[in-house]
């Protein structure tokens, strides 16, 4: 069951507000970043990454975020023009801000870290005069990434864009995207995580991104006493993920519904995320039924993280059709019923 309704009326599909970067994944991985000497440069970003995901998969997203204002800058902007992501709502830096770089180690396929630059970062410069309202209303639903909520004036555009979409009947979707460098420390993430995901339609996060959500006012609850909870608040979606374990989705009639990974080689251990929130949303967008979206989820999460790269190799519908065939034939349909 797909308990989500959109307005078929508006424009786009999805807007995505956060955080877009600069991946540099190393050509030369199975070494540490000290022994690395060559690496591919990549868009990154989580809400950039589903943006590029969904937009391969055919629906209509803007993006609302800020970016350098130098050649790096070029280079996220004309890769999502070349998408088709619309980058009206999109702003240069002023004041210096720089594109966040990210270096990823691939130690093994199961080992991986990464070491991001951060300081005065272009993502985190979004203010409140750069969310227009009418834009939003153009949309069937707003995507808040957690990590837009770590720092002003970032934090505050957030949430005027939060109180907007209330405002203008646009469901939002929040990404709880934890990323621990960018938080000062558990309490203001779990304060400001509340805040959000009290407002969502679709929450997105794994069991530990819940528990840090969830601390303020109802710390300690398992899977299906956080389902309940969100369900209580604004939620029509509640998505936990368990990694390798797989994966489910609770609705308030009390559907739940799981899945486990497609087996794949993998080459890293990091980009599934992004698929997977691309990939299920596209089946939410599409009223899909509730394990069909969530195969979509795990079998995009596959295909990425057997990928060098995340946002260029964000699959098609006929790609992620052909991936999810071939699983069955030689699995059967043990993704199902996680």
């Known amino acids: 069951m797909n308990t989500m309704k959109f307005d078929q009326n508006r424009p786009m599909d999805l807007i995505l507000l ?7 994944n190393p050509v030369d991985y199975y070494m540490t970043l000290a022994e690395s000497t060559t690496f591919k440069k990549y868009v990154g970003g989580s809400p ?7 937009s391969r998969l055919g629906k209509k997203c803007g993006f609302l975020g800020r970016v350098s204002d130098d050649r790096f800058g070029d280079f996220v902007t004309d890769f999502f023009k070349a998408e088709g992501i619309d980058t009206s709502q999109m702003r240069r830096c002023e004041n210096g801000e720089k594109l966040g770089l990210t270096f990823t180690e691939i130690r093994s396929p199961n080992e991986s870290s990464i070491l991001m630059y951060r300081n005065q970062a272009a993502d985190l410069a979004l203010n409140v005069g750069d969310i227009d309202e009418e ?3 153009g949309a069937k639903a707003l995507l808040i990434s957690g990590t837009a909520l ?3 004036p970032s934090r505050e555009a957030a949430l005027k864009a939060i109180f907007l979409a209330k405002r203008v009947n646009t469901p939002i979707i929040f990404d709880i995207d934890y990323r621990k460098y960018n938080w000062k420390n558990k309490d203001e993430t779990s304060i400001y995580y509340m805040t959000a995901a009290r407002e969502a339609a679709i929450i997105l996060g794994s069991r530990e991104e ?3 959500a969830e601390a303020p006012a109802a710390p ?3 899977d299906e006493e956080s389902a309940a909870y969100w369900h209580g608040m604004n939620a029509e979606i509640v998505v936990i993920k368990h990694g390798e374990k797989g994966s489910s989705a609770y609705t308030p009639d009390g559907g739940r519904y799981s899945v486990k990974p497609f087996p794949v080689n993998a080459l890293k251990g990091f980009g599934g995320g992004d698929g997977y929130a691309s990939a299920f949303l596209y089946g939410v967008f599409e009223g899909m039924d509730m394990t069909d979206c969530l195969e979509l989820g795990s079998a ?3 295909l990425l993280v057997a990928s060098h790269g995340c946002a260029p190799n964000m699959p098609t519908p006929d790609e992620l059709k052909e991936f999810m065939a071939a699983g069955k034939r030689q699995y059967g349909d043990m993704v199902t019923g996680a």
């Open 220 to 222: 300690g609850m398992n």
């Open 48 to 54: 950039a990454n589903i943006a590029v995901g969904l």
């Open 150 to 152: 770590c720092e002003s």
């Open 18 to 24: 956060g955080r877009a970067a600069i991946d540099f």
């Open 300 to 302: 995009s999460a596959s």
């Open 135 to 137: 834009y939003i209303k």
């Open 210 to 212: 819940y528990d840090l």
